[in-house]
């Protein structure tokens, strides 16, 4: 199969932790709903299209290119409910402030495949001559982002039974019984994401992922993996 290849990266991110509430908490990476909305605003497909096209057809691996670092930040929200001679601002408290989690300088290079060829070149192009149907962001809309074409390559599916140094991030549904090969030097971090979602936002498949803040690699013994012809190893969620 072919994987396209390509990074992403902004001043700032923020996607949402699924259980947060009053004080909204950011995931370490985009999940790959967040990817399938990239690749939908790229290509575009409409906001009540595009999990139709991407979710379920779609395979997603990320790879850390910048350490994770994350600061918060008060949010000055403005209320705007109200409809006809009624102002906004005329309530009592019309503007409300909301400690907000951020990653900071976020940089991840992705790796898709899709069953759809064409649409895959479709993207491929669209990607290399840096064309956008709409404005992409990372996480919320004011969060904008920036992207570059890495390569299109072939990918090999392969099964072993050894440690491997693997960079991008890893499902723990992957990793074999004590396939973690723990080292002083890594910061080691376990995030659960939602892996796929429906065009009604309702999550179907939950995974726990695991990787290094730093963005090292990993050395894991795993089930299966894929090799890109220039030798990379990746795993998808």
Not at 43 to 72: A, C, M, P, W
Request: aromatic letters at 12%; glycine letters at 6%.
């Amino acid at each position: 199969m072919k994987v396209l290849v390509f990074d992403i990266f902004g001043d700032y991110g923020h996607f949402r932790k699924f259980y947060t509430t009053s004080s909204p908490l950011t995931f370490s990476f985009p999940p790959p709903p967040t990817i399938y909305g990239l690749l939908g605003a790229i290509s575009g497909k409409d906001k009540e299209e595009y999990l139709n096209i991407f979710s379920e057809k779609t395979k997603v691996g990320i790879q850390f290119l910048h350490q994770v670092k994350k600061i918060r930040m008060g949010l000055n929200l403005v209320e705007t409910k109200g409809t006809g001679l009624k102002r906004p601002l005329s309530c009592k408290n019309p503007r409300t402030q909301i400690l907000t989690e951020f990653v900071k300088e976020p940089g991840y290079r992705i790796f898709i495949t899709h069953s759809d060829n064409k649409l895959l070149d479709t993207l491929v192009e669209s990607i290399k001559t840096h064309k956008c149907v709409y404005t992409i962001s990372l996480g919320l809309s004011e969060l904008l982002a920036d992207f570059s074409f890495v390569g299109f390559w072939d990918a090999e599916e392969k099964q072993n039974e050894i440690f491997i140094d693997m960079p991008t991030a890893v499902p723990f549904s992957l990793i074999n019984s004590n396939g973690i090969e723990v080292q002083p030097e890594k910061k080691y971090i376990k995030e659960k994401i939602p892996a796929e979602m429906r065009p009604e936002r309702i999550v179907t498949r939950y995974e726990d992922v695991l990787f290094d803040t730093d963005g090292k690699d990993l050395k894991v013994n795993i089930k299966k993996y894929w090799e890109l012809e220039n030798g990379t190893k990746i795993t998808f969620i």
